[in-house]
């Protein structure tokens, strides 16, 4: 399994890297795959199977914390464009967000709900901070 | 399979204010982001909401831009939000292109 990158605002690692088969909610209830890549999304980890599908990491069913979340300024323009050019480029392929735990709408669900941070939090910004 | 626990992260603070809402003591961070993502169904959206979610965030741009637009200064910030909305739209264009909206399995 290929581990998430390191990033110094989260620790401990989790999972440790010797984890490979995790149990997730699914449709219909709990299933279990095994881990190819765990990586970062622009809010929270996505876990990536052997299979193909794609986990977010708020679905994985286990005794655990996960990491924080990032916040919508951690995410560099360059990287914010480059998943932009990636959701257009699945789109004009036809891709479809509807079929379940497939990386069109994990990425999806991911911009939109970072898109959402971002502009709302940049409307109703107050003058205390409000990450940590 | 080996989970590891891991202690929950530093953020037993007091009451935050975060986008508009208020949030108890004892509420990490994330919990905040996540509560407020839930509210918005933004978590796990659900399978034929996509459309009607990229139609939300194109407005929350839109509303954004058109603050930026009054302002002479934020260029880089009217840019950028100028070009997610060309993103949103070809999203939504796209997403229209897949025809009705197919029932949950």
């Known amino acids: ?132 | 399979m080996k989970i590891r626990v891991i202690p929950t992260e530093v953020g037993e603070e007091a009451e935050r204010y975060v986008m508009g809402k208020t949030y108890q003591s004892g509420q990490s961070g994330k919990q905040q982001v996540r509560s407020l993502l839930s509210e918005a169904g933004l978590v796990d959206i659900p399978t034929d909401e996509f459309s009607e979610r990229v139609k939300e965030a194109k407005k929350a741009v839109l509303d954004r831009l058109g603050e930026l637009l009054e302002s002479t200064t934020d260029i880089e910030e009217r840019d950028s939000a100028a070009y997610s909305l060309a993103t949103l739209k070809k999203l939504e264009i796209a997403l229209q292109r897949k025809g009705t909206p197919r029932t949950a399995d």
Not at chain 1, 4 to 28: C, L, M, Y
């Open chain 1, 1 to 132: 399994m290929r581990p998430t990158e390191n990033r110094p605002d989260v620790h401990p690692k989790w999972p440790s890297e010797e984890a490979q088969i995790i149990t997730f909610t699914s449709r219909g209830g709990s299933a279990t795959g095994v881990v190819k890549e765990v990586r970062w999304g622009l809010v929270w980890r996505d876990f990536i199977l052997e299979d193909g599908r794609v986990i977010p990491e708020h679905k994985i069913l286990g005794e655990h914390e996960s990491p924080v979340w990032r916040k919508p300024q951690d995410i560099s323009q360059q990287e914010r464009e480059a998943w932009e050019r990636r959701l257009v480029s699945m789109a004009d392929a036809g891709l479809d967000p509807r079929d379940e735990e497939q990386l069109f709408r994990a990425e999806l669900n991911q911009y939109l709900a970072y898109t959402y941070l971002r502009f709302k939090e940049a409307r109703h910004k107050p003058s205390d901070p409000k990450w940590t």
